[in-house]
């Protein structure tokens, strides 16, 4: 083969290579912001917005997240929502990169965050909670705060399962007419959250289903549904519940994102006029 050949040849797989590792660096770089209006009677004080993070798992979008920082900041959110796995494994560096997010996010708006499976698989996770709320954090364990106008309910990872978030969604004393918002961090457990009547849950887990089909809103696998998985993103409803998904921000076992741009979820609660009987 003539060398001109040999050549070009080789000048087009350096393209291609340097295409496909730019397009897996944006891919997984990239913040994309994904808003939703949600609306209700119940609703007390209008147009609140809530800034939905999940998923970090001890990522850093530049120096101590400041393009992450940056985004949110840009959003003026009234309250930040973080459901769950903020920290990959227990090492020194994600909880130092999760730390400091929330201490700057903290300081944009009051943080009310929950655990996710990744927090509930080490025994370290009390000593997390402790620290996470010194940073900033309202760390809500099977509990819930009015703020806002909107009862925001949080449940611990490890009690979905069991059910814990039933009598979350019963205290208080707004005879039921209260707008009621749980952060829960698996998704697939939509019929309980409507059964327990919550109106609106937002959670994350499951990455967007970490490599998506080009052009669609399919995702590939997420742990706990399988290959395929019906909740990964966007919105979707069951009764009078609104289950908002997160596609996540970071990676965990499978260290890359394909299709799947990392998320940032900006919600606005707005009050409506009520239904005819």
């Given at each position: 083969?003539?060398?001109?050949y040999i050549?070009l040849?080789?000048?087009?797989a350096a ?9 897996i660096?944006?891919s997984?770089?990239?913040?994309g ?11 007390r004080v ?6 939905h993070l999940?998923d ?10 400041a ?12 309250i ?9 494994k ?7 990169v ?25 025994k370290?996770?009390?000593?997390l909670?402790a ?7 309202v ?6 705060v009015?703020v806002c106008?909107?009862?925001?309910c ?5 009690d ?6 039933f009598?979350?969604a019963?205290?208080?004393e707004?005879g ?6 749980l952060?829960a961090?698996?998704p697939?457990?939509?019929q ?9 849950v937002?959670c ?13 809103d399919?995702?590939?696998y ?13 919105v ?7 289950e908002i ?7 965990s076992?499978?260290?890359?994102r ?13 009050r ?6």
């Amino acid at each position: 083969m003539e060398p001109i050949y040999i050549a070009l040849i080789c000048i087009g797989a350096a393209i291609l290579i340097v295409g496909i590792a730019l397009f897996i660096y944006l891919s997984n770089n990239l913040l994309g912001v994904t808003k939703y209006v949600v609306e209700s009677p119940k609703i007390r004080v209008e147009g609140v917005k809530v800034v939905h993070l999940s998923d970090l798992h001890g990522k850093a979008f530049g120096k101590k997240n400041a393009r992450l920082i940056e985004k949110v900041k840009e959003q003026s959110p009234d309250i930040i929502a973080i459901t769950g796995d903020i920290i990959h494994k227990y090492r020194d560096k994600d909880i130092s990169v999760a730390l400091n997010a929330v201490e700057s996010l903290s300081k944009i708006a009051p943080v009310y965050y929950v655990s996710g499976n990744h927090e509930m698989r080490n025994k370290r996770y009390r000593v997390l909670k402790a620290r996470l709320a010194i940073a900033g954090a309202v760390v809500l364990e099977n509990e819930s705060v009015d703020v806002c106008g909107l009862k925001v309910c949080g449940v611990n990872c490890a009690d979905i399962k069991g059910g814990k978030f039933f009598h979350i969604a019963q205290g208080g004393e707004g005879g039921g007419q209260e707008y009621k918002l749980l952060l829960a961090h698996l998704p697939q457990y939509i019929q309980k959250y409507a059964l327990a009547g919550y109106d609106c849950v937002l959670c994350g887990h499951a990455h967007g289903g970490q490599w998506r089909v080009p052009f669609t809103d399919i995702g590939i696998y997420s742990p706990g549904q399988g290959l395929f998985p019906k909740y990964t993103s966007g919105v979707h409803t069951c009764g009078d519940t609104a289950e908002i998904i997160s596609r996540g921000l970071g990676n965990s076992q499978c260290p890359i994102r394909l299709f799947n741009r990392p998320e940032i979820v900006v919600v606005e609660f707005k009050r409506s006029q009520a239904k005819p009987e």
